[in-house]
């Protein structure tokens, strides 16, 4: 009854994306009266928008692609459910699909990498072989960095993180990487990540909130993995739009197309109680008892509020979004799975490149109609720089040609005879009704600083408007703590909290969903109670004995020669066992160890290890080691500053690998060289072994995780 005094429902939604669609149906299981208002006038989904192109053949369908959200893994708990429930057989396995074309490129510090997917450490979308072993080491150091800030991260309340991590929320992730030691390589692949996964550049987002988003989905290394128990792993044949219309259809009559919402007004009743009065753009009112905004919190701020929100609110509503051309290239034939050699699979990704990420979408197995596709991103910077509203053809020259230097093929060129046509979305603030994709950015200062703009996530406005999005996503009964949980075998992976699961996902979404529907039906678990927090212990500070400058020197320079010197025929060497390095990165972090403990036995500052180790020679090693590092910092401190250029050089030089080997020592000084492994398994080289027999059903995709040293020196 729009326009009338009388309420229109209990609940209004606003927003018929997958948040607005799983609330929904949620007060529609609890029999509550809602109505739900969306403003595109022909479709539901939001960033969920499925196209279809016809079919080309007698018998065949037509085939569906989404140019919005696509990719979903069974880590996704919440999606992926809900896709099996629904639409089982339209599930694809995209790695599985991709297994007969094993090459894959990259490109990292301007350079081309074209190899076998499964030679590269980490696997699909990792480092490449060819990468020397200085680079490799300096990603193993960032990555164990990474997981320890993650593992500080408190994923109910971010801003409760850890102290130590908390000043990260004061720099974005470009600052946080652009240290001296880590090469550009290290960098770039960095910056493919969050290009990847927030559509935004690294100089754009708190680097907190990006380390932040990544605890709350596995982990870094689990949301870059586009291969195997990864999130990327699976799409759907017809589309995430069909699985928002199953999940839409008991409720379709509820569902109002083409009513944008231009203001939010509370209002009081006669009685005193609140209520809300909403106002479309053509002017009709309704009204309810409560109200959820069920869109990102940058989109919310498109709308008007009275009264005026709190400044807090106002400022979070103010967060940006990405930004994400993303495009479905069609050809008559797959030529790059037969280019210039290589068996291509089509997944290619590149930092600060016209096209970021490519992946093969065709249909797979024979029954492929014909449909040949390429999907690709182009995101943040490179995304602005086509302007607004990009023509089809400026877009389809950008992305060709792109596609072109990336397989070095001109069979991608739009004046190719394989081309066949290209099909665009153009997620920016030019966007009608979402105004960016993939999800919101948080800047430095907004998820720890002053105003607590962040707490208002999952924060109701005066108790009758509740906001909620895929970035808010929020358990209704987590069952883990709110940070990490390390394991207590040391030869397995720890557990990520689960307080907030697939932030900014579509598995978010369905989390969020369902919690703004617990709220407004007051139905909320408790917060279990917990007994008080033991003050966090300050970090351990060390007055390492005092070396030499020479020492020093001498120290790092035999460390830097073992690692350049001996990388080639190690590689080659580890390459040619059964578990070869690439497979098995705790081989060349054993390596490193061991290089330093050379250096240091070389220079005479550590004994030679005894067979077995002792724990006194455990303690030694991690003196040696820790007074290196203490003293090669001292030295660049005192000098750096106040040398001559040339002398400077050579500082840097050691102010480098000093960081080097702190990074190491801080992972070692966990448990710094065990008593408890013989030497022979710390020390020497992985022996060759014969090849492991395959099982016959491979077991449950697990979250691939980083082997930390930790876990490396412990296994028997
Ligand atoms: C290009 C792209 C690729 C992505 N890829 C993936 C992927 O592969 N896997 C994955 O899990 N996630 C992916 N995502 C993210 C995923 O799409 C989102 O996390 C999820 O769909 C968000 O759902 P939502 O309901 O929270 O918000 P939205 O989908 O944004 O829904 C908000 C709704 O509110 C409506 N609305 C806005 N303003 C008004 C108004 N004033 N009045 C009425 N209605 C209004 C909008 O039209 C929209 O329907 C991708 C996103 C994009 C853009």
């Known amino acids: 009854m729009p326009g009338s005094d009388a309420f229109t429902a209990d609940v209004l939604i606003i927003g018929g994306g997958l948040t607005g669609l799983t609330a929904a149906a949620e007060l529609h299981r609890a029999k509550v009266s809602f109505a739900l208002l969306e403003a595109h006038p022909e479709r539901i989904g939001g960033r969920v928008k499925t196209m279809a192109r016809a079919a080309c053949g007698p018998g065949s369908k037509d085939y569906h692609f989404d140019q919005g959200a696509q990719y979903i893994g069974q880590t996704q708990t919440e999606i992926w459910r809900l896709a099996q ?30 190899n076998d997917s ?11 072989p060819e990468m020397g072993l200085w680079t490799v080491v300096a990603v193993l150091l960032l990555i164990q960095e990474i997981e320890a800030i993650e593992q500080a991260v408190n994923v109910a309340e971010p801003w409760s993180s850890a102290f130590e991590i908390l000043p990260l929320d004061q720099l974005t992730v470009a600052q946080w990487f652009s240290r001296p030691w880590i090469p550009q390589e290290a960098r770039d692949l960095v910056t493919i990540s969050v290009q990847a996964l927030l559509s ?100 919310a701020g498109r709308i008007s509020y009275d009264p005026p929100l709190e400044p807090a609110r106002q400022r979070l509503f103010e967060s940006t979004m990405g930004r994400t051309l993303k495009c479905r290239v069609f050809y008559d034939t797959p030529w ?105 950015l948080l800047e430095p200062g907004m998820l720890s600083g002053a105003g607590n703009i962040a707490r208002l996530l999952n924060e109701p406005w005066g108790g009758v408007v509740y906001f909620a999005s895929a970035e808010t996503a929020r358990k209704l009964a987590p069952t883990t703590a709110p940070t990490y949980t390390p ?123 005894p067979d077995p180790i002792t724990p006194i020679w455990a303690a030694e090693m991690t003196q040696a080691a820790i007074a ?36 190491l020592m801080r992972v070692l000084s966990v448990q710094p060289f065990s008593a408890s492994p013989p030497a022979t398994a710390l020390f020497p080289r992985p022996s060759p072994q014969p090849p492991r027999a395959r099982p016959a059903a491979p077991p449950a995709p697990r979250p691939r995780r980083f082997t930390s040293f930790q876990r490396i020196l412990s296994r028997p």
């Open 85 to 114: 429930e629904h639409l089982p057989h339209a599930v694809i396995d995209g790695y599985t699909a991709r297994k007969g074309w094993p090459d894959q490129v990259t490109v990292l510090n301007g350079k081309r990498y074209v």
């Open 118 to 128: 499964e030679s590269w450490l980490f696997g699909i979308g990792g480092i490449p």
């Open 200 to 299: 935004a550049e690294p100089t754009e987002v708190s680097a907190l909130y990006f380390f932040w988003y990544c605890a709350c989905s596995g982990g870094f290394l689990h949301l870059i993995n586009d291969g195997l128990g990864g999130p990327q792993q699976f799409y759907l044949s017809t589309g995430v739009g069909a699985l928002l219309d199953r999940i839409a259809r008991p409720f379709r009559d509820r569902i109002h197309l083409g009513k944008p919402v231009e203001r939010i007004a509370q209002r009081k009743a006669s009685k005193g109680a609140r209520y809300v009065e909403v106002t479309l753009q053509d002017g009709t009112v309704w009204k309810a008892s409560k109200v959820i905004v069920a869109m990102s919190p940058s989109t």
């Open 336 to 440: 790059w799975r037969d280019s210039n050699g290589n068996k291509c699979s089509g997944y290619a990704g590149a930092a600060n490149h016209p096209v970021l990420w490519v992946m093969d979408d065709s249909p797979p197995g024979p029954d492929n109609r014909g449909v040949y596709a390429l999907m690709t991103f182009t995101v943040g910077a490179q995304a602005d720089g086509l302007g607004p509203f990009p023509t089809k053809e400026a877009i389809t020259r950008h992305v060709t040609e792109a596609l072109a230097f990336l397989f070095n093929d001109t069979r991608a060129l739009s004046t190719s005879p394989h081309f066949i046509d290209l099909a665009a979305a153009t997620w920016n603030a030019a966007e009608s009704w979402v105004g960016g994709g993939p999800n919101m």
């Open 487 to 609: 394991s207590t075998d040391p030869t397995q992976p720890g557990v990520y909290s689960d307080h907030r699961q697939g932030l900014g996902y579509l598995d978010g979404a369905v989390i969020s969903g369902r919690y703004v529907a617990a709220q407004v039906l007051g139905k909320l678990p408790r917060p279990p109670r917990t007994s008080p927090k033991p003050p966090t212990a300050s970090p351990p500070v060390f007055e390492p004995p005092a070396l030499t400058l020479d020492q020093v020197k001498q120290a790092l320079t035999l460390l830097a020669e073992q690692l350049h010197a001996a990388t080639r025929i190690d590689v080659q060497a580890w390459e040619a066992s059964a578990e070869p390095w690439r497979r098995d990165p705790a081989a060349l972090q054993i390596w490193l160890a061991q290089a330093l403990v050379q250096a240091l036995v070389q220079t005479g500052l550590l004994s030679p290890p």
């Open 628 to 663: 290196l590092v203490g003293s090669g910092h001292a030295f660049c401190q005192q000098d750096l500053a106040r040398s001559a250029p040339a002398e400077r050089e050579k500082l840097k030089g050691i102010q480098e690998l000093t960081k080097i080997v702190e990074a």
